[in-house]
């Protein structure tokens, strides 16, 4: 079993909608969970932490974490065109060390 | 602020010779960290520092590849001979002692062997 599994995708999603990305993790001690965002050719951009379950929001984006279900998801809500990119799941092991799942690439289509 | 700088930007060379990547992290933040990037293999954790101090050398794929960082403002990950399966995209990463803290990435750097 991977670490941090993304469903590679693509996912595809019409603009306007809520896009829904999963991961899921193995190490059940992990604290800290981390979205980035990467588009093609760039470096990866972080976009959203979170430490305790449940939700947070920023903007359009909602992240959400389960711990109890080894779970955490990231929300795009009014999806746009330039949201189209590949979302990166990173989970913290120990004190600073990052695992990052395959990524799931989302296009959002006009 | 300036953010990880990376150099170069790109880099090409032949089967055999050593290459050197470089990275200036962001003023004030503790730890480094080098990644390579393939589509293969997605996002995987070469080496990290911490103070300059290498903590984790776990990720680094054999002997060819070396790392230092002799002050708190630059890093070099080397590899010596390259070899066409180490082509890959290298980004170095940069955080503050803060824990958990975010990662900030440089633009990196795309290494082609041939």
């Known amino acids: 079993q991977k670490e941090v599994e993304q469903n590679s995708g693509p996912l595809s999603v019409p603009e306007g909608a809520i896009a829904s990305l999963n991961c899921t993790y193995s190490d059940r001690v992990s604290q800290s969970f981390f979205w980035y965002r990467q588009y093609s050719g760039k470096s990866p951009e972080l976009i959203m932490s979170?430490?305790?379950?449940g939700d947070k929001e920023d903007g359009r984006f909602t992240a959400q974490l389960n711990k109890a279900s080894q779970y955490v998801s990231l929300l795009i809500r009014d999806s746009q065109p330039s949201d189209s990119a590949t979302y990166l799941c990173?989970?913290?092991?120990?004190?600073?060390?990052?695992?990052f799942g395959q990524g799931t690439r989302l296009t959002i289509n006009p | 602020d300036a953010g990880v700088i990376q150099s170069p930007r790109h880099e090409v060379t032949e089967m055999g010779q050593e290459v050197t990547l470089r990275c200036k992290p962001i003023s004030g933040h503790d730890y480094l960290f080098w990644y390579r990037q393939t589509m293969m293999r997605g996002l995987e954790l070469l080496i990290y520092f911490n103070n300059n101090v290498p903590i984790d050398d776990s990720g680094m794929p054999e002997d060819r590849f070396s790392a230092k960082m002799p002050n708190a403002s630059f890093s070099t990950l080397k590899i010596q001979p390259s070899e066409p399966r180490d082509s890959a995209v290298y980004f170095c990463?940069?955080?503050?002692?803060?824990?958990?803290?975010?990662?900030?990435f440089g633009d990196g750097t795309r290494l082609s062997i041939l």
């Open positions: 990173a989970v913290i092991q120990g004190a600073q060390k990052l695992v």
């Open positions: 979170i430490y305790s379950n």
């Open positions: 990463a940069s955080s503050n002692r803060s824990v958990p803290s975010p990662q900030h």
